[in-house]
């Protein structure tokens, strides 16, 4: 799988804002195909460990909070390429900076509030994709 696949998480603002359904006909429109898909909810625990590549940084206690407060749609995503076309479909972590039409142009809120999680390189979309699904899960 890997080199084909990317793990992505739909974020706590969007799903509170009903962005699930167009989020995932995006994904689906740029030619992605779904190979696990779940709505979840992070412990405080889960987002740790997660995020801990963060752990030094300024704004991981708040990230921490802000992932386990709400419902997250995990997925892994299936296409030639794919991280890095995923990359490009969500646009740059500021929405003010994504480029028009991009996930996170449309439906993120700020910079904090950025709509979708998209996995950085192919090792890491492997252990996210096996950190939210057991391999029957995964199709």
């Known amino acids: 799988m890997s080199g084909n696949i990317t793990f992505t998480m739909i974020k706590p603002d969007a799903v509170a ?15 992605f195909t779904f190979k696990a898909l779940k709505l979840t909810q992070l412990t405080v625990a889960d987002a740790k460990k997660f995020y801990e590549v963060h752990a030094e940084r300024p704004f991981y206690g ?9 419902p997250i749609v995990a997925a892994v995503l299936e296409k030639e390429n794919a991280v890095e076309d995923f990359r490009k ?12 039409g991009t996930i996170r142009k449309m439906f993120a809120r ?11 390189s192919d090792e890491n ?15």
């Open 125 to 139: 979309a492997l252990i996210e994709a096996q950190f939210h699904f057991s391999g029957r899960e995964i199709f």
């Open 62 to 70: 708040e990230l921490v909070e802000f992932m386990s407060s709400a």
């Open 89 to 100: 479909l969500i646009g740059a972590t500021n929405p003010a900076e994504a480029a028009e």
């Open 110 to 120: 700020s910079v904090g509030e950025n709509a979708v999680h998209g996995s950085d």
């Open 17 to 31: 804002d009903g962005h699930i359904g167009a989020i995932l006909g995006k994904i689906a429109e740029a030619g």
